[in-house]
Structure formats: structure tokens, C-alpha cells
């Protein structure tokens, strides 16, 4: 994130490059359901990124010293496919996305019910198929999907956007172009039927109103996005009720 460039990202009208508004999220697609070998699977696009999440469990946790007597345990693997990238990615674990499926990790298991599954994993394994700025949150959305089309007992459905700022305009659900040449970048996650936070990041710099703001319209764009999780799920299980009667 730079925050210095000749590109105008947002015009005198307030207009944003790719058409929107400041507070206008990119388009929102999401399906439950899309992989028949995983015990629940989800696909997400926000905007131009494309995300799949698989989830495997509860099992019998292995290695078997990472086990919890108390609880299941949400293990997490975020992971970017070499051609998401415009410039090919070197495939592989890296520090970026180490950091990301352990933020992601932390949060699913503030609304998994891990305490009906003791010495167990959960196993969640998120593919970026195309990046656009947000895959984080955009893998997050997914993984919650996922989870719940897995059958796992879950507080709530957690639904993931960011908020931003670029050309000093306070903005929601940044695009590429915003993210690599605006001033901050805020990732926000929150469990819809409490409003708690169960991620957040800053990158950059904002002023306490606009940090102030910015969360306000990231919260908003999240309840819109937990009502496109709940329909996907839904379509998903009247779909598996139509299978089961005929």
C-alpha cells in the first residue's frame, strides 16, 4: 500500500474507478455445496476475486499433541494458487499466508461450538482462484459457508469485508487498484447477531472519525453479505430436500 500515485481513484463527483460509490460494495456471489468429496465446500466471488473452501471434520486430530481434551481444534489452510496472480506466484506456503489462515483459523473458532468435539479437528482449506484485493475476507465468508454446509454446530455465520481509504476518501470493499495506491486497508469481520469483531486488521493510516466510519460502513456491508450466506445455504438445502423426495 503506497498511497502515492498519479491514478485518480476517486473523482471530483465521488465517483470510484470502477463505477461505485464510496460506500457501494463490489458484486456479491455466493453458492453452498459446489464440491461433492468434502463434507461441506463453499464458493465465493466478491468483486473479480474467486474463492473455494472445503471443510473436512470434525476428525480425529493429527498430529495428535496439537490435541485438545476440552475442545476440537479449527485448523485453517489459506492458500494462493500460482496463476491468481497476474505476476505468477511462487506456489507454496509463504508468511502472508501463514499469517492469514492463522487470523482466519482464530476467528472461525469464536463461533464453532468446539466444545462438542473434543481432541478433534475441524479442517478448513480455502483456494484463491483469482485475486483481486480481500481475498482474506473474501476466504473467510467462504470458510463460514462452508462450516455451516458441513453440518457444524456454529454461533452464527461470519460474513468478512474490508473498508478503506484512497485519495483521502473513506471507502468500502477497496479493488485492487485502491488497495496498492490508497492509505489504509481494514479488514473486518463480525458475528452478525452480536455485532462482535472477530477480525480486524489495519493497514495504514486513518484519523480516529474515519477508522470510526469506515467500520460503521463495514459492518453494514458484512449483515448485507451474511443475507446472501444464509440464501446460498438455504437454495442448498431445498435443493438436497428435492434430491431426497424424488
Same mark, same amino acid.
Not at 461450538?113 to 484485493?133: G, H, K, M
Given at each position: 500500500?503506497?498511497?502515492?500515485?498519479?491514478?485518480?481513484?476517486?473523482?471530483?463527483?465521488?465517483?470510484?474507478?470502477?463505477?461505485?460509490?464510496?460506500?457501494?460494495?463490489?458484486?456479491?456471489?455466493?453458492?453452498?455445496?459446489?464440491?461433492?468429496?468434502?463434507?461441506?465446500?463453499?464458493?465465493?466471488?466478491?468483486?473479480?476475486?474467486?474463492?473455494?473452501?472445503?471443510?473436512?471434520?470434525?476428525?480425529?486430530?493429527?498430529?495428535?499433541?496439537?490435541?485438545?481434551?476440552?475442545?476440537?481444534?479449527?485448523?485453517?489452510?489459506?492458500?494462493?494458487?500460482?496463476?491468481?496472480?497476474?505476476?505468477?506466484?511462487?506456489?507454496?506456503?509463504?508468511?502472508?499466508?501463514?499469517?492469514?489462515?492463522?487470523?482466519?483459523?482464530?476467528?472461525?473458532?469464536?463461533?464453532?461450538?468446539?466444545?462438542?468435539?473434543?481432541?478433534?479437528?475441524?479442517?478448513?482449506?480455502?483456494?484463491?482462484?483469482?485475486?483481486?484485493?480481500?481475498?482474506?475476507?473474501?476466504?473467510?465468508?467462504?470458510?463460514?459457508?462452508?462450516?455451516?454446509?458441513?453440518?457444524?454446530?456454529?454461533?452464527?455465520?461470519?460474513?468478512? *469485508?474490508?473498508?478503506?481509504? /484512497?485519495?483521502? !476518501?473513506? @471507502?468500502?470493499? $477497496?479493488? +485492487?487498484?485502491?488497495?496498492?495506491?490508497?492509505?489504509?486497508?481494514?479488514?473486518?469481520?463480525?458475528?452478525?447477531?452480536?455485532?462482535?469483531?472477530?477480525?480486524?486488521?489495519?493497514?495504514?493510516?486513518?484519523?480516529?472519525?474515519?477508522?470510526?466510519?469506515? *467500520?460503521?460502513?463495514?459492518? /453494514?456491508?458484512? !449483515?448485507? @453479505?451474511?443475507? $446472501?450466506? +444464509?440464501?446460498?445455504?438455504?437454495?442448498?438445502?431445498?435443493?438436497?430436500?428435492?434430491?431426497?423426495?424424488?
Amino acid at each position: 500500500m503506497s498511497g502515492h500515485t498519479d491514478m485518480v481513484l476517486v473523482d471530483e463527483n465521488g465517483m470510484r474507478i470502477d463505477g461505485r460509490t464510496a460506500e457501494q460494495h463490489r458484486p456479491f456471489k455466493v453458492e453452498a455445496g459446489v464440491l461433492n468429496n468434502a463434507d461441506g465446500s463453499a464458493y465465493v466471488e466478491i468483486g473479480k476475486n474467486k474463492v473455494l473452501a472445503a471443510v473436512y471434520g470434525p476428525r480425529e486430530c493429527h498430529p495428535r499433541h496439537l490435541q485438545d481434551p476440552t475442545k476440537a481444534i479449527v485448523q485453517c489452510k489459506y492458500n494462493m494458487q500460482s496463476f491468481s496472480v497476474s505476476d505468477r506466484k511462487r506456489p507454496g506456503p509463504d508468511r502472508r499466508s501463514i499469517e492469514i489462515s492463522k487470523i482466519i483459523s482464530e476467528a472461525l473458532e469464536k463461533v464453532v461450538l468446539t466444545e462438542l468435539y473434543p481432541r478433534a479437528s475441524i479442517d478448513v482449506y480455502i483456494e484463491i482462484l483469482q485475486a483481486n484485493a480481500g481475498t482474506r475476507c473474501a476466504g473467510l465468508t467462504a470458510a463460514s459457508v462452508a462450516l455451516a454446509d458441513a453440518g457444524i454446530p456454529m454461533r452464527d455465520i461470519v460474513p468478512a *469485508i474490508a473498508a478503506g481509504k /484512497a485519495d483521502g !476518501h473513506v @471507502l468500502l470493499d $477497496l479493488n +485492487k487498484e485502491e488497495d496498492n495506491y490508497g492509505q489504509a486497508d481494514v479488514p473486518i469481520a463480525i458475528i452478525p447477531s452480536t455485532d462482535e469483531i472477530v477480525l480486524l486488521q489495519m493497514d495504514g493510516n486513518m484519523t480516529r472519525e474515519e477508522f470510526d466510519y469506515g *467500520i460503521k460502513m463495514a459492518v /453494514a456491508g458484512c !449483515h448485507e @453479505l451474511h443475507e $446472501l450466506q +444464509k440464501d446460498a445455504l438455504k437454495r442448498r438445502y431445498s435443493k438436497k430436500a428435492q434430491e431426497g423426495s424424488e
